[in-house]
């Protein structure tokens, strides 16, 4: 069973440009979290999805961002217009639905590192 | 909102000495508490974690214990070794709503000398 997937490990942007950071959560995992770490600090949470679903943005910027989890494919987390504060590890994570008291643990992704030039 | 407080913010032991990091929070709803590690450029790894029902779970050289009157909890590495270098975040989540949001404290970076 292959862990939680992020791609690509390294994104390099100019500012202006778009960033797409994709996540592949772990198999049979429906749920998903999107965490940004900036150098020398802890992580901070972003938004958490489920298939077709956003159930918490709390986390992310009105402006600029945005997540998706889509019935097929990866999640997606996009960045428009990039500025150099954006530049941070970016970790996904993923869960099975939590139906027992094992089933909370969230397994992280390698994290995909953003420099915007 | 949470909000998680982590110190020291880093902290330096002998091989074979105790290490000890602790952790507060703000909001009694909060009922799940675990530490991650997380070596240089990689991803964040559990390694143990406690629910609000219990005072106290030990797993090896690692025990965490939790205060909920105080709102803090704590994390003991014992016999120290050098590949327990690393840093150790602590976070805090209210599993009431369905789903886990962490939220994290700033992080202790240990070393562990020989």
Known sequence: NAGVMQNPRHLVRRRGQEARLRCSPMKGHSHVYWYRQLPEEGLKFMVYLQKENIIDESGMPKERFSAEFPKEGPSILRIQQVVRGDSAAYFCASSPPPIGPGDNEQFFGPGTRLTVL | ?114
């Open chain 2, 1 to 114: 909102g949470e909000n998680v407080g982590q110190h020291p913010s880093t902290l330096s032991v002998q091989e074979g000495d105790s290490a000890v990091i602790k952790c507060t929070y703000s909001d009694s709803a909060s009922n799940y508490f675990p530490w991650y590690k997380q070596e240089l450029g990689k991803r964040p790894q559990l390694i143990i974690d406690i629910r609000s029902n219990v005072g106290e779970k030990k797993d090896q050289r690692i025990a965490v214990t939790l205060n909920k009157t105080a709102k803090h909890f704590s994390l003991h590495i014992t016999e120290t070794q050098p590949e327990d270098s690393a840093v150790y975040f602590c976070a805090a989540s209210d599993l009431s709503g369905g789903y886990n949001k962490l939220i994290f404290g700033a992080g202790t970076r240990l070393a562990v000398h020989p």
